[in-house]
């Protein structure tokens, strides 16, 4: 697996997102993206193409042209050949995953994730992502995923933001003061 820069991958998202904001192609280029990204995977034959170092960039460039650049966004097109011409196609998966997140967050829609020991009915699901929208006072898009490890409780993360109510997080901070108390004697 090839090394993607973050800050690369950073400054290539926020400027197809601009470029498709300033044209108005946002709703193409995320419709591009769905389209492209299973093409572009790490072991697709596309992907493997474009990486091949037998095969000429003029080669991989009408490829390009012919077979994807009529079918998307201008756009998209552009970065894509941009990509080729840098040498940098392996970045396209995660220049798209970032533009989607970034497009989220434009909508004030943000991802976050809570972890509980046990799954959470429909129910509490709902009632607990009302209360962390509240307090959040933004969308969120919540992944809910369960660990056992957690005990009981819930841990919730959005950003650099983490609130940890588990049981596990109390008996290790417990652990921690008890640990301090017999060292300290």
Do not use: W
């Amino acid at each position: 697996m090839k090394y993607v820069d973050p800050v690369i991958t950073e400054r290539y998202a926020r400027a197809l997102y601009r470029s498709a904001d300033k044209l108005g192609q946002l709703a193409q280029v995320l419709e591009d993206i769905e389209k492209l990204s299973p093409l572009l995977g790490l072991a697709s034959k596309l992907q493997l193409f474009l990486d091949s170092p037998q095969i000429s960039t003029e080669a991989k460039r009408d490829l390009i042209m012919r077979a994807i650049v009529p079918h998307v966004s201008s756009v998209t097109g552009r970065l894509l050949l941009l990509l080729l011409a840098k040498g940098r196609t392996e970045y396209a998966v995660a220049i798209f995953s970032r533009f989607k997140k970034i497009a989220r967050e434009a909508q004030g829609i943000f991802d976050a994730k809570v972890v509980s020991a046990v799954p959470l009915a429909d129910g509490e699901r709902a009632r607990l992502q009302a209360v962390l929208e509240e307090y959040m006072r933004a969308r969120l898009a919540i992944s809910f995923l369960v660990d056992p490890r957690v005990v009981g409780g819930v841990r919730f993360q959005c950003g650099d933001l983490l609130l940890d109510n588990t049981v596990r997080s109390k008996l290790d901070r417990l652990r921690e003061r008890l640990e301090r108390l017999v060292t300290a004697k």
